[in-house]
């Protein structure tokens, strides 16, 4: 067997390569300022964290995807997706170090970037895809057809940035995809949900927890009625909580969605509720953890989108952005509008204290060894 050579750690890492890749547009890094020079180095290590989230999400995916998911290997996924919510993390920790310059120190280059624009991040746009956002659901950036035609080059041909996306949504299924198939198999009422009374069972759990929830908000109601100044506010608490038990209700039997869609979601959502709320079940402690761990990689996005909006607006204000966009109107929107996860969060509205909550039908089934 032969021997390799002795590694140094400057081949491992290329540092010299990488210390060579910041000569923006002019090639030649000591024509450039050390703002300029700080605005690539911020962005290529931005680049570097993508990358890492994207392979962290890919092994999520790929593992919820599988028709059956080992018990033990949730807790695999659970420290992937919190490694990925990290990376997003630190990216937007990135801001922090962009709000050093000022608006003249970015004036000064500024104008090299246009046509240019950080929506030209063909990883961003793959992390977005891979997480689930569907191509209906964007916001447009300015002029173009598809969101796709932003990632072109000037003549129209494609670039590496769209060939790369495009690849990125033919890569089925998204995240969401395979979290909602997974959540579909989650046993409901102590039956796996292939049990010919799995849809009974199911159908008992939802009646029950709209009960307990309207019993529960019945008492916030009285409460409010006891705790008003007038009987206007009066009535106009009990009609808030009425709407909300009512809301809870048509969540949960999927009166919002069609027929063709209402058995899919309704399976979807109950299982979202019940993980939440039986945690301390030994069998829905990990999944619990990863519902837990998505809602709080999502909520990530959106303060890295924020974060984004008022690092740009601080630098430069609310003027048009480089690439054609409305700017920070644009970047405010995005972090308002783009959420995946929409189910997950929805369950926190709907969530009962522990102590009103139905009892658990066949609990033991949810011990280590009842569900084998």
């Known amino acids: ?158 670039s590496p940035a769209y060939e790369r996306v495009v690849a990125r949504i033919e890569d089925r299924p998204t995240l969401k995809e395979a979290v909602q198939a997974w959540l579909l198999r989650t046993p409901i009422g102590g039956v796996p949900h292939d049990h010919p009374e799995a849809e009974a069972r199911l159908g008992a759990f939802v009646d029950g927890y709209i009960e307990a929830y309207r019993a529960y908000v019945g008492d916030l109601e009285a409460q409010a009625r006891v705790d008003a100044r007038t009987a206007e506010d009066a009535e106009r608490l009990a009609r808030r909580y009425r709407a909300e038990a009512d809301g809870v209700e048509r969540h949960l039997r999927g009166l919002d969605v069609s027929e063709e869609e209402r058995t899919r979601v309704v399976r979807i959502r109950a299982a979202v509720i019940f993980l939440e709320s039986y945690r301390e079940l030994p069998l829905l402690a990990w999944p619990r953890e990863l519902v837990d761990g998505l809602v709080a990689l999502e909520q990530a996005c959106v303060v890295f989108r924020q974060r984004h909006a008022r690092m740009v607006e601080r630098i430069i204000g609310r003027r048009t952005g480089t690439g054609g966009s409305a700017g920070v109107a644009y970047l405010d929107e995005t972090a308002l509008r783009y959420r995946v996860f929409g189910e997950l969060w929805a369950a926190r509205t709907m969530l009962l204290p522990r102590h009103r909550l139905p009892d658990v039908v066949d609990a033991t089934y949810y011990d280590f060894a009842g569900g084998q």
Do not use: C
């Not at 990358?51 to 996924?77: G, H, N, T, W």
């Open 1 to 158: 067997m032969s021997r390799r050579p002795p590694t140094t750690y400057w081949d491992y890492i290329k540092v010299e390569q990488l210390l060579g890749l910041q000569t923006g547009i002019d090639g030649d890094e000591s024509k450039l300022s050390n703002e300029e020079v700080l605005f690539i180095v911020v962005h290529q290590v931005d680049e570097l964290w993508f990358k890492l989230v994207i392979r962290e999400l890919v092994a999520v995916r790929d593992l919820l995807a599988a028709p059956f998911v080992p018990e033990q290997s949730l807790s695999d996924a659970v420290r992937r997706v919190r490694r990925a919510e990290l990376l997003v993390r630190k990216v937007a920790d990135h801001f922090e170090v962009m709000e050093t310059l000022t608006t003249r120190d970015y004036l000064a280059f500024r104008d090299k970037l246009s046509p240019a624009s950080g929506f030209q991040s063909a990883q961003m746009r793959e992390i977005e895809v891979l997480l689930g956002l569907e191509a209906s659901e964007r916001i447009p950036l300015g002029g173009e057809k598809s969101y796709l035609d932003a990632l072109r080059n000037h003549d129209g041909t494609p």
